[in-house]
């Protein structure tokens, strides 16, 4: 009973005022509707990175220290980044085959600026496990570069992909030289 | 056969194997609410509100706070300045809390004076109080967490209400605080709890409910509802009056909070806790001042514990202290006047709370402590005997119609 007396009563004889009636109804809600997003959205994007977390986006390396054939690790972002000397040899063997053939093709040329220094983010683009080949003594793998020991992965001195299942090279991050002997990254 | 109220065949089918739609339906439009409330018994609705806000508001905080004593200060000042729209978060999180306050404040007025207690809401109204008991630690448990220095102090002074205690008080307290002062496991297990308590009152909120919604709502002529022609269904017309008073409130916390964040705050807690220095003047949040007069008015330790924890528990007893069977104030001349001079004396009580505790502050606050428990202990048992109340009406519609033909 209380449900058929409580629902505004629809006139039958003037349909323009149940048509005002309901710009009026829809109006309310979309206006709630507005509303309701205006409050949600900074509830959610505080998940976003905060100013601090964005401050610290770029890392600067002195490189000039690093001998040949030797790598190091520098954390950019929170995550690991390998720079690393090549040697000669290395650089040869890089730009050795035909970049065509590969699962992700790339010059190496295109994934350096100084070729002798090669700056990549040290996360395999499979499922984001750190590859092993910086140290001396670790497994390099199969193309002499880096072998990711989670599911496989085998880079080459390019860091490019060669074997396994990631589906891209190791990333290069975007870094510039401030001078000789120091880089930006980020 | 409640299935085939719905139109929507998808509401239709999950309602036959899980009838949600027909229990919201039967509290929309089943549930009979006497026509005649008036706009304080939007603070029912509005106390909900609040602790949904807190809650929302809360959990996203708790993404970005660090409970921990070398970084909780900081971690709350980044909040502040670099977590995307974290000082809006923040300072709705503080705001809500002391409108909360305010609208349960004046949820209780309500009910004192239009006798909300009374039988058969007896345990309606000690839900309520548990409610306010909860609220009250977890508020205080929640200003401790930025660990500014009126953080770290109240932590102490409150933590050390229960050294009064004889024998074991001692005991008591280095288990608060899980050490031998407010220090860093202490503020770890305060910002469990402070993350537990809310939805432990959600819990006694549902209780809450179920006890207001066995006999209905009360109303300002304090009488029974007869029968259909003095109610009417909660939806329309409540939900519609509710949003008029959640439009409101939430106009007058945004104002706060855009305009007056910190007013209701205290600025020594944007000094970060010295453990060595205690501030000047220390000062409780101000929903708490009432009971933190009443404790300083005693100038006995356990004494003052005592009768502060006193002056929440006798509301527990309050159906047993008021005898009269009349509710609402309106019918009750004499107790109407006792009524206002409660409400002058608890305000009195939080100003006082909130002054030094020397000269004659603290024989003001001894005066105004008397008259609080005088006025539940002594005055309503003898009111519910000797006042002589006005005829009631005799049902919710008869006062109207009568105005209505006196127009006429």
Same mark, same amino acid.
């Given at each position: 009973m209380a449900n058929t007396n409580s629902k505004p009563a629809k006139s039958a004889t003037d349909p323009r005022e149940v048509g005002r009636r309901d710009f009026i109804v829809v109006a309310t809600y979309a206006m709630g509707a507005v509303g309701a997003a205006a409050v949600v959205w900074p509830l959610i994007d505080q998940?976003? @990175?905060a100013a601090d977390t964005l401050a610290l986006a770029s890392t600067e390396v002195d490189v000039s220290k690093i001998a040949e054939g030797q790598a190091i690790t520098v954390t950019w972002r929170g995550k690991p980044v390998f720079i690393r000397h090549r040697t000669a040899d290395e650089i040869t063997r890089a730009n050795? +085959? *035909? %970049? %065509?053939? &590969?699962?992700?093709p790339q010059e190496d040329e295109a994934r350096?600026?100084?070729?002798?220094l090669l700056v990549l983010?040290?996360?395999?683009? $499979? #499922?984001g496990c750190v590859p092993l080949?910086? =140290?001396?003594?670790e497994v390099k793998g199969e193309y002499d570069g880096w072998f990711c020991p989670c599911h496989g992965s085998h880079y080459d001195t390019s860091g490019r +992909?060669?074997?396994? @299942?990631? @589906?891209?090279? #190791?990333e290069v991050p975007p870094y510039t030289f401030l001078s000789d002997a120091v880089i930006r990254i980020g | 056969m409640s299935a085939e109220k719905f139109s929507n065949p998808v509401v239709r089918w999950i309602d036959h194997r899980l009838p949600v739609f027909s229990m919201l339906d039967h509290e929309k439009y089943d549930y009979p609410v006497p026509k005649?409330?008036?706009? !304080?018994? /939007?603070f029912g609705v509005l106390a909900g509100l609040a602790l949904v806000i807190m809650i929302v508001t809360g959990i996203v905080l708790a993404m970005n706070?660090?409970? $921990?004593?070398?970084h909780a200060f900081s971690s709350v000042e980044r909040i502040m300045? *670099?977590?995307?729209?974290g000082w809006l978060i923040r300072y709705i999180h503080m705001n809500a809390a002391s409108f909360f306050f305010i609208v349960v404040y004046i949820h209780i007025f309500r009910g004192l004076y239009y006798g909300s207690y009374k039988a058969p809401r007896e345990l309606l109204w000690m839900l309520g109080v548990v409610i306010f008991l909860l609220m009250m630690a977890t508020a205080f448990m929640g200003y401790v967490l930025p660990w500014g220095q009126m953080s770290f102090w109240g932590a102490t002074v409150i933590t050390n &209400? !229960? %050294?009064? +205690?004889?024998?074991v008080g001692e005991s008591i307290v280095t288990f608060l605080w899980g050490? !031998?002062?407010?220090d860093n496991p202490t503020l770890n297990r305060f910002f469990s709890l402070h993350y537990l308590m809310p939805f432990v009152i959600a819990g006694v909120v549902v209780l809450h409910i179920v006890a207001l919604h066995r006999f209905g709502s009360n109303n300002p002529?304090? +009488?029974?509802? =007869?029968?259909p022609q003095d109610t009417i269904s909660f939806h329309p017309y409540y939900t519609i009056k509710d949003m008029v008073g959640i439009a409101m409130f939430l106009l007058l916390l945004a104002v706060a909070v855009f305009f !007056?964040? /910190?007013?209701?705050?205290?600025?020594?807690?944007?000094i970060p806790a010295n453990p060595m220095q205690t501030p000047a003047h220390i000062v409780p949040e101000w929903y708490f001042l009432p009971f933190y007069a009443i404790l300083r008015a005693v100038p006995d330790k356990l004494g003052g514990v005592l009768l502060m924890f006193a002056a929440i528990f006798v509301l527990f007893i309050l159906p047993w202290l008021d005898?009269?069977?009349?509710? %609402?104030?309106r019918f009750r001349p004499v107790f109407r006047i006792f009524f206002w001079l409660l409400f002058i004396d608890c305000i009195a009580l939080g100003y006082l709370g909130g002054k030094p505790a020397e000269g004659v502050y603290v024989v003001l606050s001894r005066i105004a402590t008397v008259w609080y428990f005088l006025h539940f202990l002594l005055i309503l048992p003898l009111l519910s005997v000797f006042e002589t109340t006005r005829p009631l009406p005799k049902s919710i519609s008869e006062p109207v119609l009568a105005t209505a033909k006196g127009v006429a």
């Open positions: 998940m976003n @990175p050795a +085959i *035909d %970049s %065509s053939e &590969l699962r992700d350096v600026q100084k070729p002798e983010v040290g996360v395999c683009t $499979h #499922l080949g910086q =140290k001396t003594g +992909i060669r074997k396994g @299942p990631a @589906p891209t090279n #190791l | 005649n409330l008036n706009y !304080f018994w /939007n706070y660090t409970a $921990h004593v070398d300045r *670099d977590v995307n729209h &209400l !229960f %050294s009064a +205690i004889p024998l050490g !031998f002062s407010v002529i304090g +009488i029974d509802a =007869k029968g !007056f964040p /910190n007013a209701m705050g205290h600025p020594d807690n944007y005898r009269s069977p009349v509710r %609402s104030a």
